[in-house]
């Protein structure tokens, strides 16, 4: 189960430009639950998101996975986290433009004692089921948006994390692809999987099991 | 963990790739860097090399008349004062100067052979022939250095003719070919017996260009030179006077060195610096990507210390073995009039040239050190910065 405690985010503090992305918010997510994250743009969905998957420290507030609190872990209990139990799907995709479709794939992989070749054929497995199988060995910049944004999601699944966190995962993608990623994201909630998810996509939204509305900030 | 650093060491060769213009900007710039200034201390370093070769070739003490601040001619009658010092082994006379063959001054020497000691230097170090005996004594028997021998086409057993300060003809036969164990020492030296010498230079009856003192073999020259300084109008010179003589005029080069060094360090400086900041963007959002997936602030650290390494011991080495060669095989166009200063260097010599741990280390240390605190700094700071920041800024 994620915890969310009085999390709270301000941006330049004390500065002319202060900006209160998060403020005071508390929630509960429970395992093997998809929930998204609504609202207006910079409503702090993606803050939130940030903060919860701990690649974003917040300026206060508590996060506790199973009942720990992990913000006051050191940076590289945080880092050794993420890297075990974290999968992402970022609002801009952020592929490495030099690399190949597999290779950005597998390049979470560099950070543990394993060899990335092993996960090749899981990695073939899933870019197939999503339709970009014969892009996997072009560089990432001769893809599509949809095409980059499937190879992301890949990317985040490719070592079956426990918890994905997904910024706005169908915005690139036509609709045939986003029915692809919803009937998969409701596969990795069977398999144990939760999901946490900012989205403005209506059909997502139905997918999910809990929904959080956010407005300026705070929950709606 | 011996994958996850595999994994960590093709990560950084699959940087090298990628960023290909910092790679090949750097690669270029410590090339031409390293190649210059390994060229300019190799040969430093073999000119050294020269001077100590030289030096041990050299008498324990060499004494010389001084007059109004200048050397003179010594008066041979000075050898009795000196032997009764405590401690003089022998003293030798000896005569030299320059002479003209061509467009070519040579240096000449003229050696007592009776009292020379052919266990040590390597003026005694031969290629052919043989050295001068006491018997050569006004044969007009000479050795040479391999470079005259070359340049005249002389070998043993030919005759060679030296033109005199009055410009008179005068006859001499090779007897020997220094080898070129000491290249520069020798290879411009013409080595007679005395009185060939000093009849060849009209030296006055009695009279020598210096005196060489050897001192007995317990005994430490600088010692039994202090007994000799109540001796009026002579100057002393040691080995150590020698060698830093030798030093200043092929060594330091007053300040040239020093100068190539500070450029080369600031145009390496500033080279890692600015690709450091063309990349910046790109790296500090490749960063936060990889510590969003898991990759530790050391394994970050890890991967561009290598990467940097990699790129600068290898621009480095190439550049210090094009610098070798530069130098070696090319003998140094342009630099070398700078290194030789006053020596004379006829186009068929080749550079003494050595490649000595300090100066390779030195030339690692001023390249590949600036590389990695440009590289190495940044990715630190950017990896110990909140992964979602370190991306939104880069985007920014």
Redesign the interface.
């Known amino acids: 189960m994620i915890e969310v405690r009085n999390l709270t985010k301000i941006f330049n503090r004390g500065k002319f430009n202060e900006t209160v992305a998060v403020s005071d918010i508390s929630l509960k997510i429970k395992d093997k639950s998809i929930v998204a994250l609504t609202g207006p743009s910079g409503c702090g969905k993606t803050t939130l998101l940030s903060m919860m998957s701990l690649i974003l420290t917040p300026t206060s507030g508590e996060i506790l996975y199973d009942g720990d609190n992990l913000l006051s872990g050191s940076d590289n209990f945080k880092t050794n986290f993420r890297r075990m139990n974290f999968g992402f799907i970022f609002q801009h995709i952020n592929l490495l433009p030099q690399y190949t479709t597999i290779e950005n794939i597998l390049l979470p992989l560099y950070a543990f004692d394993a060899d990335p070749k092993e996960y090749e054929e899981r990695a073939y497995s899933w870019l197939k089921k999503l339709g970009i199988y014969d892009r996997a060995t072009h560089l990432v910049e001769q893809l599509s948006g949809g095409e980059q944004q499937r190879a992301a999601f890949v990317r985040a699944l490719i070592r079956e994390p426990k918890y994905i966190f997904a910024d706005e995962p169908t915005v690139f993608v036509d609709e045939e692809t986003s029915r692809i990623i919803y009937r998969i994201f409701m596969e990795l909630r069977e398999a144990g999987k939760t999901i946490v998810l900012s989205t403005h996509d209506p059909e997502l939204i139905k997918v999910a099991d809990e929904v959080y509305r956010i407005k300026r900030g705070s929950l709606a | 963990?011996?994958?996850?650093h595999r994994?960590?060491l093709?990560?950084s060769f699959?940087c090298l790739r990628?960023y290909r213009m910092r790679t090949a900007v750097i690669l270029i710039t410590f090339l031409i860097a390293t190649t210059m200034i390994s060229a300019v201390l190799f040969t430093k370093d073999g000119l050294e090399r020269e001077a100590e070769l030289s030096v041990d070739s050299s008498p324990d003490l060499t004494i010389q008349y001084i007059k109004a601040g200048r050397a003179e001619p010594i008066s041979t009658a000075y050898i009795d004062d000196i032997a009764k010092v405590e401690g003089v082994d022998r003293v030798l006379k000896r005569t030299w100067g320059y002479a003209g063959i061509g467009s070519n001054t040579y240096v000449v020497v003229g050696l007592d052979p009776t009292g020379l000691d052919y266990s040590r230097g390597v003026i005694t170090s031969l290629e052919s022939g043989r050295f001068l005996m006491p018997e050569d004594d006004g044969t007009g028997n000479v050795v040479v250095g391999k470079l005259i021998a070359g340049m005249l086409k002389v070998k043993v057993g030919d005759d060679m003719i030296l033109l005199s300060e009055s410009v008179d003809a005068n006859k001499f036969h090779v007897v020997g070919v220094f080898s070129d164990e000491s290249s520069i020492y020798t290879a411009d030296m013409i080595v007679m017996c005395l009185s060939d010498a000093n009849d060849f230079f009209k030296m006055p009856e009695g009279m020598v260009t210096d005196l060489c003192v050897y001192v007995e073999p317990d005994q430490i020259p600088n010692n039994v030179a202090a007994k000799m300084t109540s001796m009026p109008n002579v100057r002393i010179l040691d080995q150590d006077l020698l060698l830093r003589g030798y030093r200043a005029a092929y060594g330091a080069r007053g300040g040239i060195f020093t100068t190539l060094w500070t450029i080369l360090l600031v145009a390496i400086a500033l080279i890692a610096f600015s690709q450091a900041i063309v990349v910046g963007h790109e790296s500090k959002?490749?960063v936060g990507?990889?510590?969003?997936?898991?990759?530790?602030?050391l394994?970050i650290i890890e991967v561009r210390l290598v990467e940097s390494a990699v790129l600068g011991f290898f621009a480095s080495s190439l550049g210090m073995i094009i610098g070798f060669v530069y130098a070696a095989y090319f003998n140094a166009p342009a630099l070398v009039d700078i290194l030789l200063g006053w020596a004379f260097l006829p186009k068929e010599f080749h550079l003494p040239v050595l490649v000595s741990a300090t100066s390779v280390f030195s030339i690692y240390a001023v390249t590949v050190v600036p590389l990695l605190i440009t590289t190495v700094v940044p990715a630190w700071l950017n990896a110990?910065t909140?992964?979602?920041?370190a991306?939104r800024r880069a985007?920014a």
Not at chain 2, 1 to 4: E, I, N, P, Q, R
Not at chain 2, 289 to 297: A, I, P, Q, R
């Open positions: 963990m011996m994958k996850k994994n960590l093709n990560y699959d990628r959002f490749e990507l990889l510590k969003t997936f898991g990759f530790s602030t394994d110990i909140d992964p979602e920041l991306m985007a």
